[in-house]
């Protein structure tokens, strides 16, 4: 086709698009967008936030006039159940690409595992997947189809220590200069002190007061906190991942006079500042506790927190709901820049994106969103969320946060 | 193998190719490549099913660890392909091997275990991997995607190769079940899930075969594995050592079948799609109903089958067609169980020296001494609990004496094996039968039989000759579980004689049987010994022993009171007192 009748059979689809407009008998084709994520089995909780969040996010463009590139075309989200197993997992990946052919990009799966499983199916199909899960596998395979929004497993074990130490240093005046860790050993767990113990204890300066590992489940958590008491470390590090043994250890801590906020206490992960919790154990009990995360409400995203609140009866958006908030966002960006509803323009488009604002406000960073040659994205940082008077709040870095620390003035 | 056999065989082989053309054709029209991943993965459980059959199956040794086999396989596929580049063409049977290895690592402390006992520790074997795993730093592993050559690494872009290779794995898996339950190892296996005790006695070296089919059982599991990495393409604990890969080959197994090569695969073909359709339709409209109907579908199969599908329908099939035909005519082979050995009179077949058994407290046998002629007819005589049983498991090595020599022909036999000393020519029944019930007449028999025989020939045309000498024949096909208690009698001394034996020990042969029945048990046993075989009896039936026996010894509590002749011993006070009683005494006087 010659590039003269190209552009007249563009301007004609641009004139049919106008016309179909203003009538507004019609409207261009929807774009499907796909959610794959346990919808059922244990971590179905999760995936109904995720699907929670993608619904908001579709529902505000969609009304603020879908994607404008591609003639107003409005996001139609599929929902694909990655089930409780990687072998579940991959047969909805299977079942996606088969299924959905007019699929343009989709977001998932929760667990590093699933998500795994899902991309090497997606991958095959050249369909683009942003995912939030953390393992550095995911992009240090040479695909050219995933974009990992989190800080990646190992970049979070090896910043979180470096980003406490900044906040206590500012928080108090006084660098830490004794530190505890009383942890499970679940591989989770381990993993997360491993950098800890190699290198950053020593690099930073830390002094080893307590060190204890024990199995879950937890009998009894006194042996355990009587050492934390008498040997007074500036900073615990808490690391359980079982919700009853989190409970009783932060039970005995309160006991101990060493709860709210009197011992500096951090745990890994989001799971310690999840709304269920409140179901699980006394919320008191988990004030002034610090989780380090990849991602949570920030104070760039405005009245965010209110909508959530009014529009999902949730108590507060968490990290997932964020991200897949942020992730379709992303989604309309790359297809805004597309300008076409096809997987591999909007590839490319999300490996050219460069946003400042918009979706950028949805991931912590440098303010601006663009991804690496692997697919990471740039910049990618850690938060500091403490638990202040029953809710979850950002407290680090100052740029993100929504309330200073609470922290002891020593 | 016999005609009868030939052409089942036949029949299972035409079955078997009938549903693998039935299986690829399917597979080559599926276009969609969701169909064609669940075409796949069914046949991979099919094959795992197949190995838990093959083990738990057949011998009844329930295993809820075959994960630790999967996952094993699983890992070395994807860890020899990430760190020496080595094709899954080449993994996949090494994982077959490694598989192997590791069920025979698992059998040899395992096989110590019984019951629930077994399944308990077989089911510390995953677990415990699954945690040196995630320690060893595996917790996630991708296949790396090869670009340049990916049919050499199995990354087909056709995903129905992956499917017909997954097949061809099952049809494997299928003829090598095949194999194993139409030989003597199956035979040995079944035999030991039904009773494994009367196996070792009906001279079956029973570790032996438990330890070929877990080793048969792992290398299956570890080939399932490995291909399960490729097909999934990453591997994590949860996902390869977990609990559900283990009740996954269990529940296809007890779906369909157990002990048969079908039963799996009908478990796999019929409840993977149906719990893949089930999440695929209702796991986004009403979260985590699949588990719900999937669960109530097993439950409604277990309750209407709860032998697995397979067996029902073959019993609703035979209710309906004629029963199974009865063998053919005698094997050429047969003859009528000639004599082997000469009447010589004065030749001492058994010498019981001095033997003593105490368990705790309680002293079972005490330093009892006897001699058992060649051709005798020895009756051993007692009130119950005077030690006859514990006598006779200490003569078979069911137990060790404390003290004091056995000599069989002249061997000492303390310490061997049940197996061993039934292979020198000791057989035996039991007080309380132990038939192998689900087996049928003809196999229980062919049991004892492979204990002599040198080839299957032989051993089917000993079985024949025994079935023959006791009056069987007829019954030959029958399950032996339908047997009268005649029968069952008759059942377990034709298992004894199939194995030729020099030595019989019959445990109370006649209890519980009728008067005419009586008579006629007792004309068999006498044949028997006029046909050379020595034989020894426990009975209580003091009115056919009398008739029967050349000598008798009567124990009481565990020693021997006396022994002699049977007109001596009834009118001997001692034993009249201890075990005939007054009336006795007053009816004889």
Known sequence: ?410 | MSVDARAGLRRQLTLIALFAAAYALLTALSTHSYYQLILTVVPIWAVMGLAWNLLSGYSGFVSFGHAAFFGLGAYFVALAQIHWGLSPWIGIPCAGIIGGIAGLVVGIPTFRLRGHYFALAMLAYPLALLYVFEWLGYQELALPMQREAPAAFMQFADHRLHAWLALALLIAAMLLTLWVERSRFGVALVAIREDEAAAEAAGIRTIAWKLKAITLSGAMAGVAGGFYAVVLLVVTPPAVFGMLVSAQALIVAMFGGVGTVWGPVIGAVTLVPLSEVLHAQLGDVIPGIQGVVYGVAIVAVILLAPEGVFWKVRDMRARRGPRIPAPAAAPAAANANPPKTLLLDGDVILTVENVSKAFGGLQAVRSVSLEVKRGDILGIIGPNGAGKTTLFNLLNGFISPDQGRVLLEGKDVVGCAPYEICRLGMGRTFQVVRPFRRMSVHDNVIVGAYVSAASAGQAEAQAHAALARVGLLEDACRPAGELSNKQLRLLEIARALAGEPKIMLLDETLAGLGAGEVEEVIALVRQLAEEGRTIVIIEHTMQAMVRLVQRFVVLNEGAVLTQGQPADITRNDAVIDAYLGRKWRAANA
């Open chain 1, 1 to 410: 086709m010659s590039s003269s009748v190209f552009r007249t059979v563009n301007w004609m689809r641009l004139a049919i698009a106008l016309a179909l407009g203003l009538a507004g008998a019609a409207r261009a084709k929807d774009i499907e967008v796909g959610l794959i994520a346990p919808m059922s089995g244990p971590y179905a909780r999760q995936g109904q936030v995720m699907k929670m969040a993608a619904d908001m996010a579709i529902d505000t463009i969609n009304r603020q006039g879908g994607i404008k590139s591609i003639g107003g075309a409005k996001l139609k989200l599929s929902v694909f159940d990655a089930g409780d197993s990687v072998e579940r997992a991959k047969n909805a990946a299977q079942r996606m690409v088969a299924d959905a052919p007019n699929l343009v990009v989709a977001t998932g799966a929760y667990l590093s595992s699933f998500t795994l499983a899902v991309t090497e199916v997606t991958e095959r199909a050249a369909l683009p997947v942003l995912t939030f899960s953390y393992s550095d596998l995911i992009t240090s395979r040479g695909f050219k189809h995933v974009f990992q929004t989190s800080a990646t497993g190992v970049q979070q074990a090896e910043g979180s220590l470096p980003a406490l130490m900044e906040m206590a240093e500012k928080a108090s005046g006084k660098r830490p200069k004794t530190i505890g860790i009383v942890m499970d050993n679940t591989a989770a767990s381990v993993s997360f002190v491993k950098p800890m113990r190699e290198q950053q204890l020593t690099k930073l300066g830390l002094k080893l007061v307590v060190d204890e590992t024990f199995t879950p489940p937890l009998a009894n958590a006194t042996p355990l906190i009587q050492k934390v008491r008498s040997a007074k470390p500036d900073l615990l590090i808490l690391l359980p991942t079982v919700i009853a043994d989190a409970k009783l250890l932060l039970e005995k801590m309160n006991e101990f006079g060493l709860g709210r906020g009197k011992l500096p206490t951090i745990a890994n992960g989001a799971a310690i500042l999840d709304p269920d919790l409140r179901n699980n154990m006394n919320i008191d009990q988990l004030e002034g506790v610090m989780a380090v995360v990849a991602n949570w409400t920030t104070n760039a995203q405005k009245d965010f927190v209110a909508e959530v609140k009014q529009k999902t009866k949730e108590p507060w958006p968490t990290q997932h709901f964020v991200t897949t908030y942020g992730d379709v966002l992303i989604f309309a960006a790359a297809l805004e820049a597309a300008g076409k509803a096809e997987r591999g323009v909007v590839a490319n488009a999300l490996h050219r994106m460069n946003l400042s604002g918009g979706a950028a406000n949805f991931f912590p960073g440098n303010g601006k969103l663009r991804f690496e040659e692997n697919g990471r994205r740039a910049d990618a940082s850690l938060l500091i969320v403490q638990w202040q008077k029953g809710v979850p709040i950002t407290v680090y870095p100052a740029k993100d946060a929504l309330a200073p620390p609470v922290w002891p003035k020593q």
